[in-house]
Structure formats: C-alpha cells, structure tokens
C-alpha cells in the first residue's frame, strides 16, 4: 500500500491540462518501467491496462451500475516522463471517449463478473485448460481509480487514517492497482500474484519515485521530433555548347 497526496497529484494534473486519472495512470507507468527494468527488461511495446469507465451522465442519480472496461496504452515504451505523461493523456481519453459513443452496444454490468465464485471458477478453468500459454491476456494489468469521501470517517470513535483498498488477481493478470481517495490523500492498493511481481514493495517504492518525478517536470507540450525532409539532387552539370 500507498498514500500519495491528493492536491499533489491534481496539481500535477491541472499544470498539464489532464484529469487526476491521466496522473494515476502516467503514475503506475512509471513505476512499471523502473519495476520491469530491475526484474527482466522493460519490453519493447508499451504495456496495457484495463481500467473500468463510468458511463453515467451528469445529474443521473439512479441506482444501479453504469459503467464498463476499457484498454488503454500506459506508454510504458517512452522513457520521457513528459512525452509519456501526454501520451497516457491522450490515449485515456480516446478509449473514454470511443467507450462513451459506443454506450448503447457495450455491457454495462462488468462488475457482476467481480463476484469471487465466478472470477474464481473462470480464473480456474483458464488455467487448467492451458488456454493461458495459447491465449495471451488483453491487458497487462488492472488499474481502477474509485472516487471517495473528501470529509474523515470515524469507526468507534477512532478516525480512519487511510482507505487501503484490496482487490483480486487471477491467470494472467497477475497484478491489480486501485486507488481510492480518501480526504486529501490517493491510496494505493497494490494487489499481486507473489509468482508475477515477488517484491511488490519495491513497485510500491517506484510509484513514489515516479510521483516525484512528475512533479519535477515543466507546464509544457513534449516537442514532436524534427522531420527529417529528402535531401534536394543536385543538379549535374553539363558542358555549355560551343559554336562550331
């Protein structure tokens, strides 16, 4: 687990023209590639999260889920913080945005799935049938970044320092993020299969390396590499005619 300060981060955000979700997003990101370049080798395609969106509209207060799954690239493949930052921004919001158009064909009970018999039968017959080495998994990893209360709770009196959430792994996505905020604070759960990310400490350790990194980086666009244009042919030079 990990507490992050919330103005922190939405200061982050606000410097960058993102959300606090793009923050938590680049965040993980970062993490992940100081994580995966201490355990093996950072791979050469970015890795991919899947992450739930909610689907409800401003002022729609029934009951009920409105939300989905999406994927989207953590542009773990890019080693500038800056340049990686914009990339998560965009591409969080082109999957939102798809996501949002798309409402009327795509299921919206996803969170049914979340009950623990059905992940864990599914999760077992996933494995067991060896579809695991045939089928390679749609994302990488879980991220889930649920808004909670800006005011303190209180259990018999004592007040609740920091809302740690806990949630589930199963075969092939051995490791799931959420963030729950909680007052003035993001708290990080961190929950792993111990065979797919053994020092999970260390990953706890790298998100706030990459919060101080974001923090240290300038309100400005990451330039687009020059193009480089053809050079122009010269032009062979030929004899001028003479008079005979």
Known sequence: ALTLPFSGVREIACRHQATVNDVVLTLCSGALRRYLQEHGGLPNKSLIATMP???RAAGDTATGIQATLTLVSLATHLADPLQRLHAVRAAAGAAKDWTTRAHSIIPIDFP????????????????????????????????SNVPGPRQALYLAGGRIRACWPLSIVE?????????FSYCDALDFGLTVAATAVPDVHVLA???AAAYDELQQLPAVEPQAAPVRRPAARRKESR???TSP
Not at 115 to 137: D, E, N, Q
């Open 53 to 55: 969106v909610s689907l």
């Open 112 to 143: 049914s799935l979340g009950i623990p018999w059905i992940v864990g039968g599914l999760a077992s017959l996933y494995g067991r049938s060896g579809l695991a080495k045939a089928l390679p998994p749609l994302a990488n990893l879980a991220i």
């Open 171 to 179: 075969h092939g996505l051995g490791l799931n993020i959420t963030v």
């Open 205 to 207: 350790r790298a998100l």
């Open 239 to 241: 004899p001028v005619p």
